[in-house]
């Protein structure tokens, strides 16, 4: 059993209907030139191992932003070539 504790960078979004859901990075990496997050939904102290969600992200100076990807067919290609890396 692994007890280390992992310190997660986490993000908050909002659902469609308008709650708020906090998140946690688990993966980073590119396609395309873009750069993107795998994150996981945070459930109090512990983050989830039930699925993985990919945010296209943007870094700044001091912070980052996380965008949804909208469009079906690109969120597709993008968790593909994502599966196909790890």
């Known amino acids: 059993m692994d007890n280390e504790f992992k310190e997660y960078i986490t993000f908050v979004v ?3 209907d308008g709650a708020e859901v906090e998140m946690a990075v688990i993966d980073q990496f590119e396609f395309e030139n873009k ?3 795998a994150a996981a ?3 109090g ?3 989830s191992d039930e699925g993985c969600f990919i945010y296209r ?3 700044g100076e001091d912070d980052f932003k996380v965008e949804k990807i909208t469009n079906q067919i690109d969120y597709n290609r993008i968790a593909e070539a994502y599966m196909d890396m790890i």
Request: hydrophobic share 40%; glycine share 6%.
């Open 14 to 16: 909002n659902t469609k």
């Open 35 to 37: 750069g993107y997050v």
């Open 41 to 43: 939904l945070v459930d």
């Open 45 to 47: 102290d512990t983050v």
């Open 57 to 59: 992200v943007k870094v």
